[in-house]
């Protein structure tokens, strides 16, 4: 699945665009931040074809990608949503 794609799956299972906080990425992960927890539907996340994992720890949100795929799904999460990146 491309990175686009890919963004455009995850975003919604995240509770949309608005839920998001900002986001940002480690090797593996896209990292996010999000407003209301119980708005990420954290089964349909992990049925998303190239998601490897989810791990979510009070707000914080992690998909896991894998290595070479996380930076670019991130970069289109936050270029296609306009999602703030974390600093």
Same mark, same amino acid.
């Given at each position: 699945? $491309? =990175? %686009?794609? %890919?963004? $455009? $799956?995850? @975003?919604?299972?995240?509770?949309?665009?608005? *839920?998001? @906080?900002?986001?940002? *990425?480690?090797?593996?992960r896209l990292r996010t931040t999000v407003k209301e927890p119980l708005f990420v539907k954290i089964n349909? %996340?992990? *049925?998303? =074809?190239? @998601?490897k994992g989810v791990v979510v720890e009070g707000s914080d949100v992690h998909v896991v990608l894998g290595a070479g795929t996380a930076k670019k799904v991130t970069d289109e999460v936050i270029r296609i949503f306009d999602v703030p990146r974390k600093s």
């Open positions: 699945m $491309k =990175d %686009l794609e %890919l963004a $455009k $799956k995850i @975003v919604p299972a995240l509770g949309g665009q608005e *839920n998001i @906080v900002r986001a940002h *990425n480690c090797l593996t349909e %996340l992990e *049925n998303i =074809d190239g @998601v």
